[in-house]
């Protein structure tokens, strides 16, 4: 019709007292002055504004306030700004028509109209009953009248509320029997069918009303407040909902209806349009159903509304309002016909976010889902496994209603379906393994339903996520429920765990470490054969000692507390013989060398502080010398007034005030410090402990004392600290129980006798990345520490970390949990009063929270693209950028480097290390260089010739770093440190003003053997001199450790002090071959090829030696060259097809080997007296220095290109003696550090630059 088409727009003024026109009294003759006759005034009406608005039959269109005098201008802006806009959102189309006041002639508005070909409908002025417009001023004014605005501003408002609230009949009336043709009233009291069959109109309609107003209501309604209306009641639902339409009804008779608390309105939602349409699809069919007897035809309401859900969960954009559907969504859950699709929908929506499924569970999901799992249809067990896991991930709070409604025994079915895809069981374990989850009631239900066994078939499936999520599901059917133990003992679960302890995926062997443990950790009374399960448990586990993820050796020290608090009192006699061996065993410590700079007396106190721990490397920056680097961090003794003593157990136990202050693990201060703990991990490996009373030095108790020291040194943190606890716990025990007893006040602690394998064990906290807090009672094992200051964290996935085995040009990722080198799970400590000796609280005391960990898998999307996949993501436009900058630096380089390098002495960089450069490694693509000192790293850009960062390694202060590597340069690059001690770290957010992190740490060669330069360590029998070697390495001057790394593959490949070539795979994060060398002596160069698979070792006996690693250990070595005389000092295999190995000796020759040759093909000489030789990888050059403060640069040819002297004078180069150099990896330049601390850096000539 053409009135629907017609946009009426009219100007009036508001005012804040009063109408802005005539008033009218009636009233008796002679009362016109009377009070109640008479209305107050203010002046100018105390303020008014003025409005412009305009509205159509379809509703109200833009209101705008006019805030300067109304003229010719003003009024075109206005048009100009707002009456397309509206015409738009009205959906008038293109062609409408204009109704406007008719005194706005002016030529400038004429003219806009006219260029936008807006047509004006002409109307008398002053015509109230004929202009709709007019009449719509009313509820405005009457609203500010009502509700007396103080001021403008809130004036304002109510006209914006009032406009957008004025209802749609008051547009266009319409009658009912022009809607739906041939519908009466008496037809509508005869429409057919109950409210509660949907398959009937009456019950259909009786649905969409229902599914209607719970969605008008939870997209209008506070989420409290809809809970409590529409959720916990039926009757007050119900209620409510007639409360909505009623509302509806009567404000369209001009009628507010009234609540108390008021509600907001919702009379005016779209979704009454639906509403209306639904009603007439019905109304339509009656003539039809009543008097010709048709079938009913069901609404398209529901997968109408299925289609716009679909829009949204498809169409939007990220950062959006809520779909208005998700009500509806859950109504048509409980149709057949549309049930499939609005599962997949709302698994769809759940699998969003963490968000998402927390709206759901605000609608009202629970009862749903639940009752759908009394389903036996096979096509449903996806979608509704899916949906139960995404559910549990966020909100594990319904175990209780699950196994009442027997819900358990749907997941237990979908375990057992082998059909079942390995996603979907896995799903369904997760599920089950928060049923379970410290809930007896669970447990015992799915004890009765066979899960245990079930989860036993399962352990040998390919997919890695199922095998993982049954280990955790058992642990924690295992947790402190006995019969369940039992069942896993009739089963042998224990053994068939073992095979998931060398599983390739370290997330599943931390799943099964942590499922051993629960088994070992449970609280019932030990017989022989339990004990003897718990031994061979243990000593399985004790294998994973060199582990190298520290995931698994976290998980590993929590696994062994169990065991020393069942069998307390045997590992407090091995604790007390420990302490007794390692104090009277005279050994220098490393405290009290006499190394400069080094020298710290001891702490004039029974107890020594502990190393503290890395976690705050983060906060770690350097800021002047390496001297003065954090020297909290790099002192192991802290000095106080008085002469250093020595610490000893005796000490401690003479100390009338140690039971109250000193010796707590919850003190400041530890019985047992880093070094004492350090030295008698090594020392107790050569001396013959055999005066223990009753356990034998070979016992387990002995064995896993040793495991436990060994983890309190481990180099990452975190594993370090839960193991220092763990071991300090004991020995405080063990000597509280060793001294005097004394008769103390009730108040006071009481001391018990040494616990026997079935007692109460103590309580174990768990270590922080913060020292504890002291405690000012004796009884302090109670006390629970403080929880660490975390880093910072999103809720949701953890970060992109680049992988290490990567495919060049792209990082290897793999998909998984936990991304590679992801340290895993922060530990949590859990806030507790229990009183110590409750052993199965030592759960909650010491745990790595590694369940919740891995369950935040299932909370985060799973279906969306990961974001470094997306073609639009800043994260790959980044990668992309990287990828772009290396293929510059690669072409730029060859250029140069296939012209010919003629000299390389144009010092390009100089400065000042903090420390003495030990060694030096290029970043192969940006500016970055990286010069390690003995226990600290600096990053320098060698173009802008700054200083970038610096931080410290963590290595004990008498070991040194030995080697560096750049993991995944081409992309986001990882620093890997070796030390002498076999340590490795992994380093990320370096050199780029973040605080660095330790990505993740772990032993990579035990046992080393340190050496002299030149001859083998012969004569190291004797225990003294071979820990005093151990203590003085840096000194001694040995090989330390030394790595090589294929970024193609993620190997890496370790060698140094000790007589094999070890082989990591990081991508698993686990020993994958040995290589024994065949040799007395150490390895000090170590070069490798992926396409050949060889590997070339230098050896400190002059010997170099070929190995293919692709062949068995006693078969691998096919090759050895033994024309040096004196150490080798670089050993590099060429990369290319047939490339050629390059030795060199500290003597000075140079030897050229062809692999398949048994003698060398060229040899050229050098200076001798070398300390340090680098090879370029692409421009055949190779460059040495020597103590005698000089730098040759020499082509393949052996011709010398360029020699750098230190020379005398004003303008001469002055350099130390050279301690370490290396060349860039394409670029030709060499970087050169010297004794004299300084950095230099050398290139071509400026004209090849």
């Not at 003696?1217 to 050169?1232: E, K, R």
Request: with cysteine.
């Amino acid at each position: 019709m053409v009135r629907n088409k017609i946009l009426w727009s009219n100007e009036t003024k508001i005012e804040i007292v009063g109408f802005n026109s005539k008033w009218h009294v009636w009233g008796k003759p002679g009362t016109a002055h009377h009070l109640s006759n008479r209305f107050p005034t203010v002046k100018h009406a105390g303020g008014s504004i003025m409005l412009w608005v305009c509205f159509s039959a379809a509703g109200t269109g833009r209101l705008v306030a006019i805030e300067e005098k109304m003229n010719a201008a003003k009024y075109r802006d206005i048009l100009d700004e707002n009456l397309l806009q509206s015409a738009q959102n009205l959906r008038l189309g293109r062609r409408f028509t204009l109704k406007k006041d008719p005194k706005h002639t002016a030529k400038i508005p004429k003219a806009w109209l006219q260029n936008n070909s807006v047509t004006v409908f002409e109307w008398p002025s002053q015509s109230p009953d004929l202009n709709p417009i007019e009449h719509l001023w009313k509820d405005p004014k009457m609203a500010a009248h009502q509700r007396s605005p103080s001021n403008l501003t809130e004036l304002e408002r109510i006209r914006k509320e009032q406009w957008q609230m004025i209802p749609k009949s008051r547009f266009c009336m319409q009658k009912s029997a022009k809607l739906v043709p041939g519908v009466t009233l008496d037809l509508i009291e005869k429409i057919p069918g109950r409210l509660n069959d949907r398959r009937t109109p009456l019950g259909e309609l009786n649905w969409i009303f229902t599914a209607i107003t719970d969605t008008i209501a939870w997209n209008v309604l506070p989420r409290d407040l809809f809970q409590k209306l529409f959720r916990q009641d039926l009757l007050v639902a119900s209620l409510f909902r007639n409360f909505l339409l009623a509302e509806r009804i009567m404000r369209s008779y001009n009628c507010t209806p009234v609540s108390s608390p008021r509600l907001p309105p919702t009379y005016m939602h779209a979704m009454w349009q639906a509403w209306d349409l639904a009603v007439d699809i019905c109304l339509s069919q009656l003539p039809t159903i009543i008097e010709e007897g048709t079938a009913f035809r069901q609404s398209p309401f529901f997968a109408e509304q299925l289609t716009a859900f679909q829009v949204w969960l498809t169409m939007g954009v990220e950062n959006r309002n809520p779909p208005e559907q998700l009500p509806i969504v859950l109504q048509v859950l409980l149709s057949q016909v549309h049930r499939l699709r609005a599962l997949d929908l709302l698994g769809r929506f759940l699998d969003l976010g963490p968000w998402a499924v927390s709206l759901a569970l605000s609608v009202g999901i629970f009862p749903y889902v639940l009752k759908l799992l009394q389903s036996s249809a096979r096509e449903l067990r996806p979608l509704l496994v899916f949906i139960w896991a995404k559910i549990l991930a966020v909100d594990s709070s319904c175990q209780a209603d699950l196994v009442k409604d027997n819900g358990h025994k749907y997941f237990l079915s979908v375990l057992a379906d082998s059909y079942m895809p390995a996603e979907h069981r896995t799903m369904a374990v997760f599920i089950l393994a928060v049923i379970v989850n410290s809930y007896s009631t669970g447990q015992e239900a799915c004890l009765q339903g066979n899960l245990i066994a079930n989860c036993l078939e399962q352990l040998s499936d390919p997919h890695p996520l199922l095998r993982q999520w049954v280990a955790i599901c058992l642990g924690r059917i295992w947790q402190n429920f006995d019969p369940a133990r039992w069942c896993g003992v009739r089963d042998s679960a224990h053994e068939k765990l073992y095979i998931l302890l060398s599983d390739p995926i370290p997330e599943v062997r931390c799943a099964a470490v942590f499922a051993l443990g629960t088994f070992v950790g449970n609280s019932a009374e030990r017989t022989d054969h339990s004990t003897t399960i718990d031994h061979n448990v243990a000593m399985m586990l004790a294998q994973l000692i060199n582990d190298g993820s520290p995931v698994v050796r976290k998980e590993l020290v929590v696994a062994l507390s169990h065991l020393v608090v069942q069998y307390e009192s045997n590992f407090c006699t091995v604790a007390l013989q420990f302490i007794e061996e390692e104090k009277n065993y005279t050994v220098p410590s490393p405290a009290n060398t006499s190394e400069p700079g080094n020298l710290t007396p001891v702490r004039d106190s029974p107890a020594i502080p502990r190393l503290r721990s890395v976690n705050s490397y983060t906060n770690i920056r350097a800021v002047t010398t390496a001297r003065n680097l954090n020297k909290s961090l790099q002192n192991l003794n802290l000095s106080e007034e008085g002469g250093p003593v020595a610490f000893s157990p005796g000490n401690l136990s003479t100390s009338s005030s140690a039971s109250s202050t000193l010796g707590s693990p919850d003190n400041d201060e530890y019985i047992l410090s880093f070094e004492t703990i350090d030295k008698m991990r090594r020392v107790s490996s050569y001396s013959s402990l055999n005066s223990l009373i009753g356990v034998s030095f070979n016992s387990v108790y002995t064995q896993i004392w040793r495991v436990l020291l060994h983890l309190a040194a481990d180099p990452f943190p975190e594993v370090s600290d839960l193991a220092m606890k763990v071991l300090n716990c004991i020995a405080y025990k063990a000597m509280m129980n060793a001294r005097p007893q004394r008769i103390l006040d009730s108040g006071s602690l009481t001391q018990s006798a040494p616990a026997s394998p079935t007692s109460k064990g103590t309580h174990i906290h768990q270590a922080g990345g913060s020292p504890p807090m002291p405690s000012t009672s004796s009884s302090s094992l109670t006390n629970e520490v403080p929880k660490p200051p975390a880093r910072d964290q999103p809720s949701t996935r953890p970060p992109y970390t680049p992988t290490l085995g990567g495919q060049a040009p792209h990082s290897h990722q793999f998909p998984r949990t936990r991304k590679m080198f992801d340290k895993g799970p922060e530990q949590a400590a859990e806030d507790g009063d229990e009183p110590c000796g409750h052993r199965n609280y030592i759960s909650a005391a010491l745990q790595t929270g590694l369940c919740d960990w891995s369950a935040k898998y299932f909370a985060q999307p799973v279906t969306k693209i990961p974001e470094e996949h997306d073609l639009q993501s800043q994260v790959r436009m980044e990668r992309q950028w990287r990828f772009l900058r290396n293929a510059r630096v690669k072409r730029q380089s060859r250029s140069i480097t296939q012209r010919g390098v003629s000299r390389l002495d144009d010092q390009i960089f100089i400065n000042r290390n903090p420390g003495v450069p030990s060694v030096v490694k290029f970043h192969p693509f940006n500016t970055c260089i990286a010069v390690a000192d003995k226990d600290s790293i600096c990053f320098w850009d060698w173009e802008k010739g700054e200083r970038l960062d610096y931080f410290y390694n963590g290595n004990p202060r008498y070991t040194r770093i030995t080697a560096m590597e750049y993991l995944n340069g081409h992309d986001c690059s990882l620093l890997l440190t070796a030390t002498d001690d076999g340590a490795l770290r992994v380093w990320k957010n370096f050199a780029d003003q973040k605080n660095p992190e330790m990505v993740t740490a772990w032993q990579g060669l035990s046992d080393m053997l340190p050496t002299t330069r030149g001859q083998p360590s012969t004569s190291a029998h004797s225990l003294a001199r071979r820990v005093s070697i151990y203590l003085d390495r840096s000194k001694q001057g040995g090989a330390g450790m030394v790595v090589d790394w294929e970024q193609e593959t993620g190997l890496l490949m370790t060698s140094g002090d000790v007589r094999v070539i070890r082989i990591w795979d990081t991508d698993r994060e686990m020993k994958v071959q040995d290589i024994p060398t065949g040799a007395d002596s150490c390895v000090t160069s170590l070069s490798c090829d992926s396409q050949r698979s060889l590997i070339v070792a230098g050896l400190g006996d002059g010997s170099v030696r070929v190995f293919d690693r692709r062949m068995g250990p006693n078969e691998c070595r096919i090759m050895t060259y033994r024309e040096h005389g004196a150490w080798v000092v670089k050993a590099h295999l060429q990369k290319e097809t047939d490339g050629h190995i390059i030795s060199v000796s500290v003597n000075g020759d140079v030897r050229f080997f062809e692999p398949r040759m048994s003698d060398s093909v060229n040899v050229l000489q050098t200076v001798k007296g070398l300390t340090a030789l680098d090879i370029h990888p692409q421009a055949n050059l190779f460059a040495c220095g020597s103590m005698n403060q000089f730098i040759a640069v020499y082509n393949a040819n052996g011709d010398v290109i360029s020699n750098i002297k230190y020379y005398d004078g004003f303008m001469g180069q002055r350099i130390g003696a050279i301690s370490c150099l290396a060349f860039h990896p394409h670029w030709p330049h060499l970087a050169v550090g010297s004794n004299d601390y300084y950095m230099s850096i050398y290139s071509a000539e400026k004209r090849l630059r």
